[in-house]
């Protein structure tokens, strides 16, 4: 079935450190690609996505890039702060649908 | 705006009570979503909302899990008889058609 991996499970990097996250998914078909921040007793909160037919697009400090033909997308923070700490999700599409898979979430740690 | 609402936002139980949770979306969205989220894994769909109608249950365990969506607003969701492996935050959604979820806070079920 579809599948996406995510890694590293865990990364703390000092302030104002890049910090890059990787998902590897598994189904061809996947043409949406969003990235969600969950911070404790929250709910998961959209924070950036890129569709199949983008390489690469940027907000602010953050960005998300696409490599469609190893069918795997990184995002990457730069000059991260301390309330960039959360547990990051990435997803991707099933099929071309609007149904996601998630990863499996990395724990984000910026230390001060 | 608000966002989506669920209550309680924590609940204990034993091992075969039932329990259910609550789900107030943001107005006006059409699609509604519940997710289950075991400690240390992404969210998984359990089932889907489209108004009133169920669009995918595929995943929902149908022998302990129910739900419904009456009048296209609110959502509850009910596990009847509870097993120890239901341990999980259930996460609701909501969204414009098909588009950007947007989850509420969670509710917290620990089985003992």
């Known amino acids: 079935g579809e599948n996406v991996e995510q890694h590293p499970s865990t990364l703390s990097v000092q302030e104002g450190d890049s910090a890059v996250i990787k998902c590897t998914y598994s189904d061809s078909a996947s043409n949406y690609f969003p990235w969600y921040k969950q911070e404790l007793g929250k709910g998961p909160q959209l924070i950036i996505d890129i569709r199949s037919n983008v390489g690469e697009k940027k907000d602010q400090r953050i960005a998300v890039t696409l490599n469609k033909t190893a069918k795997h997308f990184s995002l990457h923070i730069t000059e991260t702060q301390p309330e960039d700490s959360a547990v990051y999700f990435c997803a991707a599409s099933i099929r071309g649908t609007y149904k996601y898979i998630f990863g499996t979430g990395t724990r984000l740690k910026v230390l001060a | 705006e608000a966002g989506v609402a669920q209550s309680p936002r924590y609940k204990i139980i034993e091992k075969r009570q039932s329990v259910a949770f609550w789900c107030n979306p943001i107005s006006g969205h059409a699609t509604l979503y519940w997710y289950q989220q075991i400690l240390g894994q992404g969210p998984k769909l359990l089932i889907q909302?489209?108004?009133?109608?169920?669009?995918?249950d595929s995943q929902l365990p149908k022998d302990r899990f129910s739900a419904e969506r009456l009048k296209g607003v609110d959502s509850t969701l009910k596990i009847q008889p509870a097993k120890l492996e239901d341990s999980a935050v259930y996460l609701c959604a909501s969204s414009l058609e098909s588009g950007h979820r947007y989850f509420g806070p969670g509710t917290r079920l620990t089985v003992t």
């Open positions: 909302f489209q108004n009133n109608g169920v669009v995918d």
